[in-house]
């Protein structure tokens, strides 16, 4: 009997140890691996760089407490603002991307108090969308657009809505006075791999330079690479600027770390920054940035950026999209997202699902059965989400068991 809160509907397999792209499991089968611990496994298993690096800092100094200076973690975020974000700000280091948002939904609290509405009373109001993730804490669900993560949770926190994905007139005729920021994912991953379009991403920016709010990006799933770009937004409207982004997943390789950044603008007469309204005392982490998880991150953001691995996963995106493309399956409606994040939508009515699971749990239970790990993202698409560094042959690998599973999977017309 297992003493684990059965919070996972787990999938029927054990991994036990795994080596690039491939994990394998306690009765030896080996699997590639298109899941990567949904999108953390940056650079594969155990990739040497990585090891090395959690080893040395393993041996030398593990945790000490933010109470002090940290070397490591002064680095990582020197590289994270001049070397990634490029725009001036500051960096806090927690350990999940939830905790990483909580963070940017405290600071659009904080600056809504320093820039209240013209009677003096504070905004607090946080604009998302619908289908949208951004964790499991209290604050994340409230944040997300999804009702089935806040079931049971009620009384929900007062301050956030909820308005349709790259619908900017639903968004303009949603903000009112109580308004302070607007939180999006750049590519919605859980929510069904939705892009944000160009237009929509310009158009939120401009909104909330008219009505004076936050423009705050959830990059937890897509940031550091796994969009092409290190910073997601840019694969779509480069020249935005945003007031707050949070990270995690991918930045570490697989050692827990988050991270959000806050921008150096000013945000009163006195020249106060947006950075600067987290001071002593307001926000805090036991864990977060300490020397062990700063150098795996620094081993990771150093291998990504040094092997050029944005023109792998650009290269690997156009590869499988021609590839499925040419399949012309009756089964796949579509293939959506950007870089090494990409949902292949799903016909559901060409398969005989059985009663009681969603379609794309069980055609992910299927290739796994066949010896591919790729998880779902809604009810009707199934995501691939291989290493950066993925190969040719591992992802011609895959998508041969992909089209076999599907086909196989197809109901003959009656």
Not at 130 to 158: C, M, W, Y
Not at 269 to 288: E, F, N, Q, V
Not at 304 to 328: G, Y
Request: charged share 20%; hydrophobic share 40%; glycine share 10%.
């Amino acid at each position: 009997m297992s003493h684990v809160l059965s919070t996972y509907a787990r999938f029927p397999v054990t991994l036990v140890r795994g080596e690039g792209t491939r994990v394998w499991d306690d009765a030896g089968k080996s699997y590639l691996d298109f899941c990567t611990g949904i999108a953390v496994c940056a650079l594969g298993h155990c990739p040497p760089r990585l090891v090395n690096a959690i080893r040395e800092q393993a041996g030398t100094l593990m945790h000490v407490s933010n109470l002090y200076g940290i070397p490591q973690q002064e680095e990582l975020a020197r590289v994270i603002v001049e070397d990634h974000v490029k725009l001036p700000g500051k960096v806090f280091f927690a350990n999940s991307g939830a905790e990483s948002n909580d963070g940017l939904i405290k600071t659009a609290r904080k600056f809504g108090h320093t820039r209240p509405q013209p009677d003096g009373s504070p905004r607090y109001e946080v604009l998302s969308f619908t289908k949208s993730f951004h964790g499991r804490t209290l604050g994340g669900i409230n944040a997300t657009g999804q009702d089935k993560v806040k079931e049971g949770f009620d009384p929900l926190l007062p301050g956030f809505r909820h308005l349709p994905f790259n619908d900017l007139a639903a968004l303009e005729a949603a903000i009112s006075p109580i308004t302070a920021a607007i939180l999006l994912e750049p590519v919605q991953g859980e929510g069904g791999v939705n892009v944000a379009t160009p237009e929509f991403l310009r158009g939120v920016a401009a909104l909330c330079k008219k009505h004076d709010l936050l423009l705050l990006l959830d990059e937890v799933q897509v940031g550091f690479g796994r969009c092409g770009p290190t910073m997601a937004w840019r694969a779509i409207a480069p020249e935005l600027e945003p007031d707050g982004i949070s990270w995690a997943k991918g930045m570490g390789g697989g050692f827990p770390i988050g991270a959000f950044w806050l921008s150096d603008r000013p945000v009163d007469a006195s020249g106060k920054t947006l950075s600067s309204l987290m001071g002593p005392g307001s926000h805090g982490t036991t864990y977060g940035g300490n020397p062990l998880a700063c150098a795996a991150s620094l081993a990771v953001l150093a291998e990504v950026t040094e092997k050029n691995l944005e023109a792998n996963v650009l290269r690997q995106e156009q590869r499988i999209r021609e590839t499925i493309a040419s399949w012309q399956s009756p089964a796949i409606t579509e293939v959506r997202g950007l870089g090494l994040l990409l949902g292949i939508g799903l016909d559901v009515t060409k398969f005989a699902v059985p009663e009681g699971k969603l379609p794309a749990a069980f055609i992910c239970g299927k290739l796994l059965e066949a010896g591919l790990l790729v998880p779902p993202a809604g009810p009707e698409t199934i995501r691939l989400l291989p290493p950066l560094n993925v190969s040719d042959a591992e992802v011609d690998e895959a998508l041969l068991i992909v089209h076999a599973t599907l086909s196989s999977l197809i109901t003959p017309l009656r």
